[in-house]
């Protein structure tokens, strides 16, 4: 059996659960060591039962935990060599067990437990950011946010996935007209920022396969977004596109602070 749920997802931060090959995995850790606790709380786990957390990128909303959770479990922390280059240089985890560092390269396959694992190039302004795609059970879960623009490779591994998580960060018409100063609209919008609503529609038209069971649209923004608006965006994309009506296939909205819908497969 698999198990995917995320623990919260959005600007404020991010940290997703998932289970297979007799692993437990966060893959990010974005909040207070207390709110993930919480998290795993509702979902009957402990902290001790986690086995490793996988770190997407740098910034805070996604790694605000990490060093407290892998000092008080031992965790194993799996991130890229830039990426741990930032982690040292800047002392943003505070110490960590040398014997506890994981760095991985995109692109080679690693092993936690009976749990395959890879991560892959995404392109966001961070040191050296990835998504994760996740094989077990002859199932695979991806995950990809942060996105400033689609990618062959980014394709390329939401393609054949039973269970995907994807950004679905803003809405374009709310984020042009809203509040925030043109240079952050700008980053927000551009190659290196996140996805909007029609962008993460698009790429699941591009990438659905008879696989695909379960999508999450992923780190909304609390600014220039909402749950319903994403959802009836990417929603109407897939209908107009032919994707849908699929039976067997449900598109959920990732909560922002809270535990979202969590799904099994055999």
């Known amino acids: 059996m698999i198990k995917f749920c995320p623990i919260a997802s959005g600007s404020s931060g991010n940290c997703l659960y998932v289970f297979g090959g007799g692993a437990h995995i966060l893959i990010d850790a974005g909040l207070s060591g207390r709110g993930i606790e919480a998290g795993l709380k509702t979902l009957n786990l402990a902290g001790r039962q986690l086995s490793a957390i996988l770190v997407t990128h740098e910034h805070t909303d996604h790694i605000k935990g990490v060093g407290v959770l892998s000092r008080r479990y031992g965790l194993p922390v799996y991130a890229t060599p830039k990426t741990w280059r930032y982690f040292e240089r800047h002392n943003v985890l505070g110490t960590v067990d040398p014997f506890l560092i994981r760095k ?6 690693f092993s936690i437990g009976g749990l395959q694992a890879v991560a892959f190039d995404i392109p966001h302004d961070a040191s050296q950011p990835v998504g994760y795609s996740l094989f077990a059970e002859h199932k695979k879960i991806t995950v990809a946010t942060d996105i400033g623009e689609p990618t062959d490779t980014i394709r390329r591994y939401i393609t054949g996935s039973d269970i995907v998580l994807l950004e679905s960060n803003h809405d374009t018409d709310m984020l042009m007209n809203g509040k925030y100063p043109p240079i952050l609209k700008k980053r927000i919008a551009g190659p290196y920022g996140h996805l909007s609503n029609d962008a993460a529609g698009k790429l699941l038209t591009e990438t659905m396969t008879e ?13 220039n977004n909402r749950p319903l608006i994403a959802f009836n965006t990417v929603e109407g994309i897939l209908y107009e596109q032919g994707v849908l009506p699929r039976v067997g296939f449900k598109l959920y909205v990732a909560e922002r602070y809270g535990v979202s819908t969590a799904v099994e497969m055999e």
């Open 104 to 109: 991985i390269e995109p692109e080679q396959p």
């Open 211 to 223: 696989h695909l069971r379960y999508v999450y649209l992923g780190h909304l923004s609390e600014e």
